[in-house]
């Protein structure tokens, strides 16, 4: 969570970049040259989202579909020119009434990656009960500390800390997930089954959560799943080789970059600028536009 301080220093630094023209000039320079923003969406409230939307669409940003990405990375479309890709991770339960409306009102192409077993369970994402655990005083271990154990790890110590804590349902349901599928404006891809960091599991691991996945989403929507994103943005050459064995033409990472011809090129290692839902809405219009500067994230590992 962000603090209240943390968010005043970083709403007077972002008014500066706005007030200096920083924003201004990469708005230029999407609108004018070979690059395109493709952003990552959570949970966030509908308020936001549709500011975000009303705002891009104000400043000259018009938006395509990961399909339409497809199609541009296949040259079977030309580069466009201010473009935006919008995806949304996890499946959250707030997507139903927050991001589904806000597409259909402005006629907006959303993907939405979801992670199938907490939707088929009906509990909290894994990373919730840790943090619970946490403010109940029966764990010291952060969540960042879980995304560099073996996978096996993180499962047994999460399904002991689920006899102790309990939580509602944090996703869609299943009939949710089908119901939104059928929207004009909503794609459905996958995020795993169960969000794990990838290259923490073992082989037949992997390839469980990127194949399963993908059939129980074709299952339950009745269309064919395409488009991957990595939890937490971690992969290998693994992933990337399960990915085409199984019939994914493409994949996002959490890698903060403009899409440009360049990117395009590696289709399973796509970029998206993360928006932080929880920090004020001048942040986030410069993080939209990519002017905000970006740490590497801790325990981040890169995988050959």
Known sequence: MISVFR?????????FLIHTGSVKRACNKLQQGDYMLSLCFHAPSKTFFESCID????????????NELEQIINEEKPFPKGAV?????????????????????????VEIFVSTEVVEKGHGYWWSYIVASR???????????????DNADRIRILEETKTR?????????IEQVNEISKSPYVGIGSHSVSHPILPRCTNDGSRHEILDSKEVLEQWTGRQ?????????????REISFLKRY??????????????????????KLPRFMMVENATFEENI???????????QKNKVVYP
Request: charged content about 20%.
């Open 85 to 109: 890709v919008i995806t949304i991770d996890d499946g959250w339960q707030s997507n139903l009434d927050n991001i589904v409306p806000i597409a259909d009102k402005y006629k907006v192409p």
């Open 286 to 296: 410069c993080r939209i536009v990519g002017v905000w500067p970006v740490k590497p």
């Open 247 to 268: 019939g994914y033409t493409l994949a996002f990472t959490t890698e903060q970059k403009y899409l440009t011809k360049e990117k395009l090129a590696n289709r399973y």
């Open 7 to 15: 968010n005043k220093i970083g709403n007077l630094f972002a008014r």
């Open 55 to 66: 705002w891009l669409s104000k400043n000259g940003f018009h938006f395509i579909s990961v």
């Open 135 to 149: 403010k109940a005083g029966l764990s010291n271990q952060p969540v960042e500390f879980f995304k560099t154990i």
């Open 225 to 237: 799943i395409k488009h991957f994103a990595y939890p937490n943005g971690d992969f290998s050459n």
């Open 165 to 173: 804590i309990q939580l509602k349902r944090e996703a869609l349901t």
